[in-house]
């Protein structure tokens, strides 16, 4: 698990079966444990509110880089762990069709 904060965001997604790319310190040392899903989150404001996530501590991240890939998701700035999927603008972008949006 990323960390007690973010654990019910990641038991919930890892209980709908859907495909984990990723899972380590995706950001170097000083950080916690992130993980990526295959599938794009629609409502994570309302993720936050359903799962009575802490909102001083859970916070929504966006990354489109044009070099540096892309994720988007939910991390945690006291564990600085991240539950991350792909960018819905990048699959705008790149025309991927998604299986899972979540």
């Not at 965001?9 to 000083?30: H, P, V």
């Not at 994570?44 to 909102?55: E, F, G, M, T, Y």
Request: proline letters at 3%.
């Amino acid at each position: 698990m990323t960390c007690l904060h973010l654990a019910p965001f990641e038991e919930e997604i890892l209980s709908k079966n859907i495909r984990e790319t990723y899972r380590g310190q995706a950001w170097g040392d000083d950080t916690g444990e992130w993980v990526y899903f295959d599938c794009v989150f629609k409502d994570l404001d309302a993720v936050i509110q359903r799962l009575k996530l802490d909102p001083n501590l859970i916070k929504i991240h966006s990354h489109l880089g044009t070099h540096s890939g892309q994720e988007y998701g939910l991390i945690c700035e006291a564990c600085k762990t991240g539950v991350m999927g792909l960018h819905p603008e990048w699959i705008k972008q790149n025309q991927r069709k998604i299986i899972e949006y979540f």
